[in-house]
């Protein structure tokens, strides 16, 4: 969503201090939300687009398998090909398991660039 002078809106939706909607201040950035955005909500969690997002918070509840690794992966790689596939190339994804640590490395390029750039997730269970 862009603001009325044609920045992008900030994610999470904020006020900034000069009483305005915050924006960021790149489309890197604003990529950068958009990935954030699709990967933390849950599938059914967007009343109106319940086949949003990758799913990536409810790993905190899962047990950490192999399974849950390949799972993730196809269901990240599968988000984000329906939803930011224009936007963004994804050049790796890394998804691995130890003990009870779950590392998720998401290397991306922004289209219409050359800049690559790297996201990691991490979850530790107990």
Known sequence: MRAPNGDHLAFPFHVAANGRSAVVDSLEGHVRDELMQLLLTNLGERLFLPEFGGGIRRLVFESTDDTLGAMTKASITQAISQWLGTRITLEALDVSIQDTTI????????????????????????
């Open 103 to 126: 590392t998720i490395d998401l290397q991306y390029q922004i289209a219409g660039t050359q800049d690559s750039r790297v996201v990691r997730f991490q979850r530790k269970g107990g």
